[in-house]
């Protein structure tokens, strides 16, 4: 029938939460305002999800639900860099996911399957419960705080990069700071520079020390 209203799911309702994040930050994240996003009244939502805490823990398990997973018969290595890559593309995209897992206490399906997969990757691959623990840990540092730095940075085009350095390059006296004028000139203003072509050469200097753990017998812990 024309004009009918589209029935309410926790599904839409979290996609809504989603719109309102990504255009308005976490904390613009409320029953309220994902009514508005919808076009329904806030308490039309309690029907479907609890309240405002069990809507950030949905949003939590909907990060989750976009990252790729370790498969079963995939080597600890590439799965882990697989994993890494999607995770680091799926938290970019939607930044205030990176503070609202951290903050959270009551984990969903698909945190849970995401960590006990991993791990199954992990420990498929040899490494023991601790080294695993350790592994999943510096991995997750290493793209959460990537993820933090690169949405922060105050350039995205090849053209904004050349304003920034060359505008710390003015404000630094001659001959002051010659390895970061090094850095700045041969470096960061070269026409191919990227600095998120740099999120894979950290990932890969992990995994490449991740491997000698693990072929070396492991950690003493």
Do not use: C, Q
């Not at 950290?202 to 995994?207: P, Q, S, T, V």
């Amino acid at each position: 029938m024309a004009g009918a209203r589209i029935p309410l799911t926790p599904e839409r309702i979290v996609g809504a939460a989603v719109a309102v994040a990504d255009r308005s930050g976490i904390g613009a994240v409320s029953m309220r305002n994902v009514g508005k996003e919808l076009g329904v009244e806030a308490m039309s939502l309690y029907h479907h999800i609890a309240n405002k805490e069990a809507l950030l823990d949905a949003l939590v398990d909907w990060v989750f639900d976009g990252i790729d997973l370790p498969e079963t018969d995939e080597a600890w290595r590439p799965a882990l860099r697989r994993r890494s890559l999607s995770a680091r593309t799926r938290l970019a995209a939607h930044p205030w996911g990176v503070g609202l897992i951290e903050s959270r206490r009551t984990p969903g399906a698909a945190l849970l399957r995401h960590l006990d997969t991993v791990l199954g990757a992990l420990r498929r691959g040899g490494f023991s419960v601790a080294d695993a623990a350790h592994a999943f840990s510096v991995v997750d540092a290493y793209v959460y705080g990537f993820v933090i730095t690169e949405v922060n940075l105050p350039f995205e085009t090849p053209g904004e990069v050349e304003d920034v350095a060359s505008g710390i390059a003015e404000a630094m006296p001659d001959g002051a700071y010659p390895h970061l004028a090094e850095l700045i000139t041969e470096h960061a203003l070269r026409p191919d520079y990227d600095y998120r072509a740099e999120f894979t050469f950290g990932l890969d200097l992990i995994l490449d020390g991740l491997a000698r753990l693990v072929e070396g017998g492991g950690s003493a812990v």
